[in-house]
């Protein structure tokens, strides 16, 4: 199926040709007045440089005006072998069609609402034949059915039609495009970026990323520059001050000679500081006791961290390098990467 884009919007097209595997652009007087379009013939001529294909209107009341349009658009510039000319069904529309595919152009009837206007379009041997699916279904036609007719009148008669899924709302019409078998579809850029969109893909991609972050990324590399500690003779009051510099719940507590001896959090804060304020505040660090600190290498992969976390449900753990306080993990800044699900 041939995937075409709808639009006028010369900022979108420009954007959904990168994808590089568009057939082609539709687009109508209609969409240029909505965008505020007044050179008409500049942007035709315009889009006729950045798409592959081409679709415009050739307008007229009559069969030669039809046809006389269309020769007045090749002499804007256009390939002939890149354009395909649009036209609304009827009896002139389709007569010019005729003549238009006797002269070597490419034509889309298009405006079809019934198998009879899409069987005169194929009989007059039309590119594409463009029932507008939307419109039909806004008024409670069965949209689908005359669909699916077109598409087995194409193949049963042989004929050199194309049909053309157009008026598109929603990735579902997409889906239904498929499902018949159409031959080309028509889609504006809206419902285009939707189609590669899935709850269960946006998932799954998700896990990919955190897989990959946890098996590429060194701890030291996701710690903040914050390295909050305090020394054994430093105040509780020193490493309240610590904490909230660095908007860590935790503060490493050093001995003489730099090394870890501990690590002192904010949850330890909060249980002791109702007893007495004042003297608590100015007791030092050498007053408490404290268990061994959890810690990890900052050359370690990051999943080394997230495991330490998960078995033994801590806040933060200690980053160090060659035994040197380098910094701290907290456990919410994993979380707010999703890290730890």
Same mark, same amino acid.
Request: net charge negative.
């Given at each position: 199926?041939?995937? @075409?884009?709808?639009?006028?919007?010369?900022?979108?097209?420009? /954007?959904?040709?990168?994808?590089?595997?568009?057939?082609?652009?539709?687009?109508?007087?209609?969409?240029?007045?909505?965008?505020?379009?007044? +050179?008409?013939?500049?942007?035709?001529?315009?889009?006729?440089?950045?798409? $592959?294909?081409?679709?415009?209107?050739?307008?007229?009341?009559?069969?030669?005006?039809?046809?006389? /349009?269309?020769?007045?658009?090749?002499?804007?510039?256009?390939?002939?072998?890149?354009?395909?000319?649009?036209?609304?069904?009827?009896? /002139?529309?389709?007569?010019? #069609?005729?003549? &238009?595919?006797?002269?070597?152009?490419?034509?889309?009837?298009?405006?079809? @609402?019934?198998?009879?206007?899409?069987?005169? !379009?194929?009989?007059?041997?039309?590119?594409?034949?463009?029932?507008?699916?939307?419109?039909?279904?806004?008024?409670?036609? +069965?949209?689908?059915?005359?669909?699916?007719? #077109?598409?087995? !009148?194409?193949?049963?008669?042989?004929?050199?039609?194309? %049909?053309?899924?157009?008026?598109?709302?929603?990735?579902?019409?997409?889906?239904?495009?498929?499902?018949?078998?159409?031959?080309?579809?028509?889609?504006?850029?809206?419902? &285009?970026?939707?189609?590669? /969109?899935?709850?269960?893909?946006?998932?799954?991609?998700?896990?990919?990323?955190?897989?990959?972050?946890?098996?590429?990324?060194?701890?030291?590399?996701?710690?903040?520059?914050?390295?909050?500690?305090?020394?054994?003779?430093?105040?509780? =009051?020193?490493?309240?001050?610590? &904490?909230? +510099?660095?908007?860590?719940?935790?503060?490493?507590?050093?001995?003489?000679?730099?090394?870890?001896?501990?690590?002192?959090?904010?949850?330890?804060?909060?249980?002791?500081?109702?007893? +007495?304020?004042?003297? =608590?505040?100015?007791?030092?660090?050498?007053? =408490?006791?404290?268990? $061994?600190?959890?810690?990890?290498?900052?050359?370690?992969?990051? @999943?080394?961290?997230?495991?330490?976390?998960?078995?033994?449900?801590?806040?933060?753990? %200690?980053?160090?390098?060659?035994?040197?306080?380098?910094?701290?993990?907290?456990?919410?800044?994993? %979380?707010?990467?999703?890290?730890?699900?």
């Amino acid at each position: 199926m041939e995937l @075409y884009l709808d639009s006028a919007d010369i900022k979108e097209i420009e /954007e959904a040709f990168k994808l590089g595997f568009l057939a082609g652009l539709t687009t109508t007087p209609t969409f240029m007045h909505r965008h505020g379009i007044t +050179d008409v013939d500049g942007t035709i001529v315009r889009l006729s440089k950045i798409v $592959p294909v081409l679709q415009i209107e050739a307008l007229g009341d009559t069969s030669e005006e039809i046809v006389k /349009e269309a020769h007045r658009l090749i002499g804007l510039g256009l390939d002939k072998g890149k354009t395909v000319f649009k036209t609304p069904v009827s009896l /002139e529309g389709v007569r010019a #069609c005729k003549q &238009m595919k006797d002269e070597g152009m490419r034509v889309n009837v298009h405006l079809v @609402y019934t198998l009879q206007q899409a069987y005169m !379009a194929m009989a007059a041997g039309a590119d594409y034949v463009c029932p507008l699916v939307g419109r039909l279904q806004d008024e409670g036609h +069965d949209a689908l059915a005359l669909i699916e007719q #077109c598409v087995e !009148a194409v193949e049963f008669y042989g004929y050199d039609t194309k %049909i053309m899924f157009s008026s598109v709302r929603h990735p579902e019409h997409v889906r239904n495009a498929i499902n018949i078998g159409v031959h080309t579809c028509t889609v504006p850029w809206k419902v &285009m970026k939707q189609l590669t /969109e899935n709850s269960f893909t946006t998932v799954g991609i998700r896990e990919f990323e955190i897989h990959t972050q946890l098996m590429t990324t060194r701890v030291k590399e996701i710690i903040r520059e914050a390295k909050p500690a305090v020394r054994l003779k430093d105040t509780v =009051f020193d490493a309240m001050v610590q &904490m909230t +510099d660095s908007r860590l719940g935790a503060v490493a507590v050093l001995d003489n000679s730099g090394r870890v001896t501990g690590i002192f959090t904010d949850g330890d804060l909060r249980r002791q500081l109702n007893r +007495d304020p004042e003297s =608590f505040m100015n007791k030092k660090m050498s007053d =408490f006791s404290y268990n $061994p600190p959890l810690t990890v290498s900052g050359d370690e992969l990051l @999943y080394q961290a997230v495991k330490i976390f998960k078995d033994r449900q801590v806040d933060n753990i %200690i980053v160090l390098d060659n035994d040197e306080f380098i910094g701290m993990i907290d456990v919410q800044d994993l %979380i707010k990467q999703d890290l730890l699900s």
